[in-house]
Nanobody
Framework: QMQLLESGGGLVQAGGSLRVSCAAS????????IAWFRQDPGKVREFVAA????????YYADSVKTRFTISRDNAKNTVYLQMNRLKPEDTSVYYC????????????????????WGQGTQVTVSS
């Protein structure tokens, strides 16, 4: 069982920046693609960003791709999401999720494709 622990959420003003982290344990981290999703109460979990197990490829939702950057440090078993120029609509609970890398396509936008999830961290952007 892989454990994922998000941290770094908080309250920030619109236009500000925040970095959230996802620390993994329990499995060989470099074997896993990692994605960030966000979810508001009563809404479907929304894809935000993803990074392949080697870090060579990254993917972003259109709504964040000029403002957010995903990165990973496999030596520290950690993935980061740097969020800049935050907007009130970025307010949500942010979750990281892991998908064991396999041959074939990484379905990074699909929540169902990810086997392990963290508990989430709240990000609130005030206007």
């Amino acid at each position: 069982q892989m454990q994922l622990l998000e941290s770094g959420g908080g309250l920030v003003q619109a236009g500000g920046s925040l970095r959230v982290s996802c620390a993994a344990s329990g499995h060989t981290f470099s074997n896993y693609n990692i994605a960030w999703f966000r979810q508001d109460p009563g809404k479907v979990r929304e894809f935000v960003a993803a990074i392949t197990n080697t870090g060579t490829s990254t993917y972003y939702a259109d709504s964040v791709k000029t403002r957010f950057t995903i990165s990973r440090d496999n030596a520290k078993n950690t993935v980061y999401l740097q969020m800049n120029r935050l907007k009130p609509e970025d307010t949500s609970v942010y979750y990281c999720a892991a998908d064991r890398a396999k041959s074939g396509i990484y379905h990074f936008r699909s929540a169902a494709a990810h086997d392990f999830w963290g508990q989430g961290t709240q990000v609130t952007v005030s206007s």
